[in-house]
């Protein structure tokens, strides 16, 4: 099945029909902006500790105690960015910032997910020399994630 296939039936499914109507869209909005304020708030304090603000904060346990909030973050976003994505699947399927939002996505799930195989487990010598990479892939998520944040803003203008 190709997208726009795809696009069509999710757009015609029964979510969809439910987020044209009523109080879904607005629902799941509101809950995809809780989703953002916990994902952001978590990654930005934790990405601003690996560019070492806060260095009398043990980084191990400000990574402790962020990501769980930032995963939840992006579970909510994932599942609220589908609902309000099946509201008008065919058109924001060929929305240029609904794509660069994707692939902004994309970029940044792949820079956390490096990120953690690469220095999950070694946060404790960031103490005494944070690596390079690691802090320039810090930088990298700090800038991705208010970048997908404006993108999503301007679906709505484009």
Known sequence: MD??????????????????AGWGYPFANVLHLGGLVLLLGSIGLLDLRLLGFGRRLELEQVSRLLTPLGIVGLLVLVVTGVMLFSADATALLGNRMMQFKLIAIA????????????????????????????????????????????????????
């Open 107 to 158: 970029v940044a799930v792949i820079n956390a997910l490096a990120f953690r195989l690469c220095f999950g487990g070694r946060l404790q010598a960031w103490r005494h020399r944070p690596p390079p990479l690691g802090r320039a892939m810090a930088a990298l998520s700090l800038l991705a994630w208010p970048t997908i944040l404006v993108a999503g803003r301007m679906i709505a203008y484009t």
């Open 3 to 20: 997208a726009m296939a795809w696009a069509q039936q999710l757009e015609a499914s029964a979510l969809g029909q439910w987020m044209r």
